[in-house]
């Protein structure tokens, strides 16, 4: 375990080099940071240590979707730190034409299991790739991120349902609980109070952690289900590693100046 942990946390770190970096690519054009920075570790550990997707078998491969598509960014990194993005990509970034848009494209040659950006339909998507492992005896698993705030979405719910229902025990929906969103606190625009226990309610295990943690991330992604579909909560920071926009809302979209830039650059280790 203390080797996959040290293994995460340099994939994480480098991450966040990578995502404060990508400003001089944007050269003054707005990004998503505060949502990218909040899941930086949960990508760094299913990447890193959890998901098998150095394969092209269709049946073996595990399926990521990032439905919180606009934390693009994260995801971009996450693959280039563990080899499976060209590096040289990351200079494309929201290019016109490039394959790496500001919020996530389908692009099964990426790896980019479907696209981004419409907020709750990838958990469905999700939920059928599990069925269809179900019912083909496909052995990957399928992981879905969505933010707390995204599941204001009732199409969210609606999947959760069949989930249950179907006993999808070959998904787990990971859920970035950072407690903000465009315009505000979640708890404030549409409370998701006692999360938990909805989700238990709906037939889910559920499990929490520390979500810039990587060992209780681990732990948590471990854990055997039995015949019910796996919810883990990752209790986030907005911003987390730059000082400045931690817990700042209005980091979910936003530019960085020249001065917050050097600041950002410093604090993520950047010369």
Same mark, same amino acid.
């Given at each position: 375990m203390d080797n996959q942990v040290k293994r995460c946390e340099g994939i994480a770190a480098a991450m966040r080099k990578d995502i404060i970096g990508l400003a001089d690519v944007l050269n003054g054009k707005p990004g998503h940071w505060g949502g990218a920075l909040s899941c930086v570790e949960i990508l760094a550990v299913l990447y890193g240590e959890i998901m098998n997707v150095k394969t092209d078998d269709f049946a073996l491969k595990d399926k990521f979707l990032l439905s919180k598509g606009h934390a693009s960014m994260a995801l971009y990194t996450a693959m280039v730190e563990t080899g499976l993005l060209d590096? @040289? $990509? $990351? #200079?494309?970034?929201q290019e016109d034409g490039s394959a790496l848009g500001d919020s996530v494209a389908m692009n099964p040659e990426l790896g980019f299991e479907t696209s981004g950006g419409s907020l709750g339909i990838n958990l469905s998507m999700g939920t059928g790739l599990a069925l269809l492992a179900k019912k083909k005896r496909y052995l990957y698993h399928t992981y879905v991120l969505v933010g707390d705030g995204e599941m204001d979405e009732g199409s969210v719910w609606e999947a959760i349902m069949l989930a249950a229902h179907m006993k999808l025990n070959n998904m787990t929906l990971l859920i970035d609980a950072n407690g903000l969103q465009y315009d505000g606190r979640v708890e404030d625009i549409l409370s998701l109070e006692k999360l938990p226990e909805k989700l238990r309610a709906f037939g889910w295990k559920v499990t929490e952690a520390d979500g810039h943690i990587c060992e209780e991330l681990l732990s948590a992604l471990q854990q055997q289900t039995g015949e019910r579909p796996h919810a883990m909560i990752a209790h986030t920071v907005k911003g987390k590693g730059i000082s400045f926009m931690e817990g700042d809302y209005t980091w979910h979209d936003h530019v960085? @100046? =020249?001065?917050?830039? $050097? #600041? @950002?650059? =410093?604090e993520v280790g950047l010369s």
């Open positions: 590096r @040289a $990509l $990351l #200079q494309t970034y960085l @100046a =020249k001065d917050e830039l $050097l #600041q @950002a650059r =410093k």
